[in-house]
């Protein structure tokens, strides 16, 4: 029932001691506090309400455009004047220049108040890193203003019917024009924010689109950019097909895009794509990862609020009714809560701090997938036990934590489903450049170990035994496809105590430090074993792809 509450203090606290946030040289801890302070006001008193309005009311197609709830445009008004949207852009380009993981923050905080929000704005983001990274300097200084001041949102233009995960089936095409421009025609599926009401549907495509005589496959894709509007103001022959009808993530406009002879311009050279676009997609996997983290959070507020007021029962020698906190098996379930978002958002931002550093690109290959597939599958498991802990209330809509489960199940499927995470990186990213990307994880494992408590640094060291047999036994598969999806959960539960060790040395310093440490034993003691039997799990010489094709017939 309750409204999320930025944990501003929390954030705070995971910034500094679990991601390590002062590594970055333009680091202010000051500044941090105090941008970050506004920002919780803001998330939640503008944003936070959206999120059951959303739910009941939706987006609707009124004569062939998106229309969001009236209380979403006056919140985006809001939040776009205050220049929330160019937080972390550049000055140079209209933006306010602050550190990426501060946006990171915020966009952690929408995620836990209002999902459906988050999901429509975040697609900039990456966008603006795309063409920050490969754009022309006409290209960045024309749409990276416009981005950043909220004149335009984004979109990421992939998936067709026929090309979802694999984008080389991909047929929307694009022909030159003579003049440096280019024409796309086709139709694209499941475009968040394909057409949205808050910027007036002021909306920049990202396209991937083939070009005549382009080889077959992803070699053959070129990115465009494709904007709602052309330069006399008049509309894009770009149209909405229809709004699909989810089973969560009711306001974000979930669209088919259709583009009949579109005006673009193409980004970089054509064929290459995928590689430029992938900026955006690594981008967007690590938002997700951190929409993980906000749903993870507000799961965790609602069953701490119910379960300290609902009264069942007798606990221990009491006499009873008592609150439902003091029941052993609630209370497992409440410190998992806990455990998850804390210990997430320490090992999300610690990635995402990496990333801007820019020192461990081989680490970041292999982070990037693993905060994407272990924060989301982790908060599936929240939204779960959020609803357990609410019993029969947590099936009403009127206790909000069923809505969590619905919002959060897209998470572990889009911007790559985790099982092609899991499939990637036991596939081809640990056996690049003769493992590096498993040297850089065990030395930051080992970096957290080292200034952990004694216990701690002990439990990890048997974890990155679990790791390495683990790992040993990926290497020689012949079939990787069976367990893929344990050895990637066992690299994120590694790399989640990790940050809990990290949390847990600074105890002291947390706004609660008997939580913190209480949190920190229970991760090491009752959440880590887990890797032993996922090492074992690995380990199991079972063959998915020997067994007969009949089995899976229908």
Not at 198 to 207: I, S
Not at 412 to 420: A, C, H, K, L, S
Not at 494 to 514: I, K, M
Request: hydrophobic share 45%; aromatic share 6%; with cysteine.
């Amino acid at each position: 029932m309750i409204d999320y509450k930025t944990p501003v203090p929390d954030l705070l606290f995971a910034l500094k001691h679990g991601a390590g946030a002062d590594r970055l040289p333009c680091w202010d801890e000051e500044l941090a506090s105090d941008v970050l302070g506004h920002a919780g006001a803001m998330v939640d008193g503008i944003i936070a309400p959206l999120d059951p309005i959303g739910d009941i009311e939706g987006t609707r197609l009124v004569d062939g455009r998106a229309v969001m709830p009236p209380a979403f445009v006056e919140a985006w008004r809001q939040f776009r004047d205050g220049g929330w949207q160019g937080l972390a852009v550049s000055e140079d380009y209209g933006g306010q220049g602050l550190p990426h993981i501060l946006a990171s923050a915020l966009s952690e905080m929408l995620s836990g108040a209002c999902i459906t929000y988050q999901m429509v704005l975040s697609l900039s983001h990456g966008a603006m890193r795309t063409l920050i990274a490969s754009g022309s300097e006409a290209q960045r200084e024309t749409w990276v203003p416009r981005l950043a001041s909220g004149e335009y949102l984004a979109t990421m233009c992939l998936t067709e019917p026929q090309a979802g995960s694999d984008l080389g089936l991909a047929r929307t095409t694009a022909v030159p024009t003579g003049d440096g421009r280019w024409r796309i025609s086709g139709g694209k599926i499941f475009i968040s924010g394909g057409d949205q009401n808050l910027t007036g549907g002021r909306v920049l495509h990202l396209v991937l689109a083939r070009t005549p005589d382009a080889p077959k496959g992803v070699k053959g894709l070129s990115l465009f950019l494709c904007p709602s509007h052309l330069d006399d103001g008049g509309r894009n022959p770009i149209s909405v097909v229809r709004l699909e009808e989810k089973m969560g993530m009711h306001a974000s406009p979930t669209c088919q895009v259709a583009f009949d002879g579109a005006v673009a311009e193409i980004v970089g050279a054509p064929g290459e794509g995928l590689a430029r676009m992938f900026t955006m997609m690594n981008a967007e996997r690590l938002d997700v990862a951190v929409q993980g983290v906000g749903l993870c959070e507000v799961a965790a507020q609602r069953a701490l609020a119910y379960a300290a007021e609902r009264r069942q029962g007798r606990a221990g020698g009491s006499e009873g009714p008592d609150p439902i906190n003091r029941h052993g098996d609630v209370r497992r379930m409440l410190l998992t809560l806990m455990a998850l978002s804390q210990g997430l958002r320490a090992m999300v931002m610690r990635t995402l701090v990496d990333l801007e550093l820019g020192r461990t690109p081989a680490l970041m290959e292999l982070m990037t997938p693993v905060c994407k597939a272990f924060a989301t599958d982790c908060a599936q498991e929240a939204a779960s036990l959020a609803i357990q802990v609410h019993g029969g209330y947590g099936f009403l809509r009127e206790y909000r934590v069923e809505q969590i489960a619905r919002d959060a199940r897209i998470t572990p499927i889009y911007e790559g489903t985790n099982g092609i995470q899991a499939a990637t990186i036991a596939g081809r990213v640990i056996r690049l450049d003769n493992g590096r990307a498993l040297d850089e994880f065990r030395a930051e494992i080992r970096d957290a170990a080292a200034g952990a408590e004694p216990a701690t640094a002990e439990a990890l060291a048997r974890a990155l035994e679990a790791e390495a047999a683990a790992t040993a036994a990926v290497l020689a598969a012949a079939d990787v496809g069976l367990i893929a999806t344990s050895y990637l959960r066992l690299l994120g539960l590694v790399a989640f105590a990790a940050g809990w060790a990290r949390l847990e040395a600074a105890a002291g310093a947390s706004p609660d430090p008997g939580r913190v440490r209480a949190l920190g034993a229970f991760v090491r003691d009752w959440m880590l074993p887990e890797v032993r039997f996922l090492a074992d799990r690995c380990r199991n010489p079972a063959k998915l792809g020997s067994l007969p094709d009949t089995i899976f017939a229908v």
